[in-house]
């Protein structure tokens, strides 16, 4: 079974940054993609980011691009969410998931994605 633990969340100022970082174990991280959603109260969880097993090929939901950038490193089983110029309407907790399937599978669809992370909270204020 995967284990995933996010850390890095906070708290932060509009227009400022934070790394999320989702440290995995329990299996070869290189085998399978990641993926990192978000879900604010009351709101369903949203696709935010994912990244294919190489680190090669990338796809983020339209509102996140050029903002949010999302990495990995296969030697430290560790992905990474770096968010820039961040906004109020980001706040919610943030999780990383682990996706066997296909990349390109309904990579935005939570469904997809086998593990979870217990999030990580990251709240902007205005």
């Known amino acids: 079974q995967v284990q995933l633990v996010e850390s890095g969340g906070g708290l932060v100022q509009a227009g400022g940054s934070l790394r999320l970082s989702c440290l995995v174990s329990?299996?070869?991280?290189?085998?399978?993609?990641m993926g990192w959603f978000r879900q604010a109260p009351g709101k369903e969880r949203e696709f935010v980011a994912a990244?294919?097993?190489?680190?090669?090929?990338?796809i983020y939901a339209d509102s996140m691009k050029g903002r949010f950038t999302i990495s990995r490193d296969n030697a430290k089983s560790t992905g990474y969410l770096q968010m820039s110029r961040l906004e109020p309407e980001d706040t919610a907790v943030y999780y990383c998931?682990?996706?066997?399937?296909?990349?390109?599978?309904?990579?935005?669809?939570?469904?997809?994605?086998?593990?979870w992370g217990q999030g990580t909270q990251v709240t902007v204020s205005s």
């Open positions: 329990g299996r070869t991280f290189s085998s399978y993609a």
């Open positions: 990244i294919s097993w190489s680190g090669g090929n990338t």
């Open positions: 998931a682990a996706k066997t399937t296909n990349f390109y599978r309904r990579t935005d669809d939570p469904s997809e994605y086998a593990d």
